[in-house]
């Protein structure tokens, strides 16, 4: 892998800059920018500075699209037989995902956004999770934007630019079972989705991957 860059106030105050004004005057075209890793590598925590950072530069210019919001609900997971594996590829509405990004990046004044509620562990459709024509900066997060396989090859074509934040995988783990636990899960549950999902899952992004157009990573 290529030398990455550690992330860091400077960072993200000039990535910021250059995001907005590569963003232009925005409508009737929004700019996406997408930070891709393995789950628990702290993309959530990434995009949220970096949209503080934009919004001290120019409030309201940038909104943060989650993938996680794009699960697919606990009842149709159980239908098709997949909960046990949740978070892994098969288990997000993909073309929901990307029918909204569409829109997004083509200009469409006025959407919705699903978020993913960690107390429900569902996707839910808060009222004031929107994007206005004020918005002309898309920051989206998730584990698969770089994933090279379909159904998710169409993001390439998505996305402006996507970043790759690289974590060991064995820190990744670390803070993922602990997100799990903060879920409520146990010890002993945490470590065995590890185990049946999130693991299988990073190991399939880290060999099944596109480029990415930055590499960075936590300082050290």
Aim: hydrophobic share 45%; with cysteine.
């Amino acid at each position: 892998m290529a030398a990455s860059q550690a992330v860091d106030e400077a960072f993200l105050a000039a990535q910021a800059r250059r995001l907005l004004a590569a963003a232009g005057d925005g409508m009737p075209k929004r700019y996406v920018a997408g930070i891709a890793g393995i789950g628990g590598s702290g993309k959530s925590t990434l995009a949220a500075m970096l949209h503080a950072a934009c919004e001290r530069l120019e409030p309201g210019a940038a909104a943060i699209v989650a993938l996680d919001g794009f699960h697919l609900p606990n009842t149709e997971l159980a239908r098709r037989g997949l909960a046990h594996v949740k978070g892994s590829p098969e288990t997000f509405n993909v073309q929901g995902f990307i029918r909204l990004l569409g829109r997004a990046r083509a200009g469409q004044a006025d959407l919705a956004v699903p978020v993913y509620d960690r107390t429900v562990h569902d996707p839910v459709w808060p009222p004031d999770a929107r994007l206005g024509p004020e918005v002309r900066l898309l920051i989206v997060e998730g584990n698969y934007l770089l994933l090279d396989e379909p159904p998710w090859h169409p993001l390439a074509d998505m996305l402006d630019e996507c970043w790759l934040l690289a974590v060991e995988p064995e820190q990744a783990r670390t803070w993922i079972i602990a997100r799990h636990q903060r879920g409520g899960r146990s010890g002993v549950e945490a470590e065995a989705h590890y185990a049946r999902s999130d693991g299988p899952n990073a190991n399939r992004i880290l060999t099944h991957m596109r480029p990415a157009d930055l590499t960075i990573h936590w300082p050290v």
